[in-house]
């Protein structure tokens, strides 16, 4: 059974940047569509990032410039690196991985498409 652990995640002030990682068990990882998506308090779960098995990279347009993920087959991690942060980038930030459909190539942006999830890890930004 594939896992996911995100780490990385803190309290930091508004300007920094922060990174953070998601360690992916299982042997196929090199097949996996990732994402990252994030949850603020009273607010709906978002899309934040998504890599494909051939590193293609998607973006919510609004966070595109300031994030970026990236991935590392050799060590089964995905990252997500976030620059000059904002307090509204303030959340809940989960790593997903879509197992069932290796080398998937639709859309990336729906967490329907991802079938395993991490715990989460909680990013603050102070002002």
């Known amino acids: 059974q594939v896992q996911l652990m995100e780490s990385g995640g803190g309290l930091v002030q508004a300007g920094d940047s922060l990174r953070l990682s998601c360690a992916v068990s299982?042997?196929?990882?090199?097949?996996?569509?990732l994402g990252w998506f994030r949850q603020a308090p009273g607010q709906e779960r978002e899309f934040v990032a998504a890599?494909?098995?051939?590193?293609?990279?998607y973006y919510a347009p609004s966070l595109k410039g300031r994030f970026t993920i990236s991935r590392d087959n050799a060590n089964n991690t995905v990252f997500l690196e976030m620059n000059s942060l904002k307090p509204e980038d303030a959340a809940v930030y989960y790593c997903?991985?879509?197992?069932?459909?290796?080398?998937?190539?639709?859309?990336?942006?729906?967490?329907?498409?991802?079938?395993?999830w991490g715990q989460g890890t909680q990013v603050t930004v102070s002002s």
């Open positions: 299982g042997r196929h990882f090199r097949s996996y569509a």
């Open positions: 997903a991985a879509n197992t069932r459909d290796t080398y998937y190539s639709g859309s990336y942006y729906s967490d329907e498409i991802y079938n395993v």
């Open positions: 890599i494909s098995w051939d590193d293609s990279t």
